[in-house]
Nanobody, 124 residues
Framework: QVQLVESGGGLVQAGGSLRLSCAAS????????FGWFRQARGKEREFVGK????????YYADSVKGRFTISRDNAKNTVYLQMDSLKLEDTAVYYC?????????????????WGQGTQVTVSS
């Protein structure tokens, strides 16, 4: 099973930027889809964005489109979530997820492997 470890969370002011990292342990990830999700206090876990490992194709939730960017470093087995123009509403625990196949939907249940999460807090 793929092990995922997120890092890079912290406190940032509204309008600022933060980059999260997700280190994946394993052989190769050809055919894999990596996703980012977030869960605010008292709220449901929601989709943020996803990326295909082989081609780097991305897809984002409307709430973050134009502000967040997902990328991956093949040599480092790491995926990134670059967050710009952060808003108070972005405050949440952010989770990295992975699935060995192309995930056609944006649901939590589509992903088999999950990281432990990293807290992102946006202040005014």
């Amino acid at each position: 099973q793929v092990q995922l470890v997120e890092s890079g969370g912290g406190l940032v002011q509204a309008g600022g930027s933060l980059r999260l990292s997700c280190a994946a342990s394993g052989r190769t990830f050809s055919g894999y889809t990596f996703g980012w999700f977030r869960q605010a206090r008292g709220k449901e876990r929601e989709f943020v964005g996803k990326i295909t490992w082989s081609r780097g194709n991305t897809y984002y939730a409307d709430s973050v489109k134009g502000r967040f960017t997902i990328s991956r470093d093949n040599a480092k087995n790491t995926v990134y979530l670059q967050m710009d123009s952060l808003k108070l509403e972005d405050t949440a625990v952010y989770y990295c997820a992975a699935d060995p196949a192309w995930v056609v939907t944006t649901k939590v249940g589509d992903f088999r492997s999950w990281g432990q999460g990293t807290q992102v807090t946006v202040s005014s």
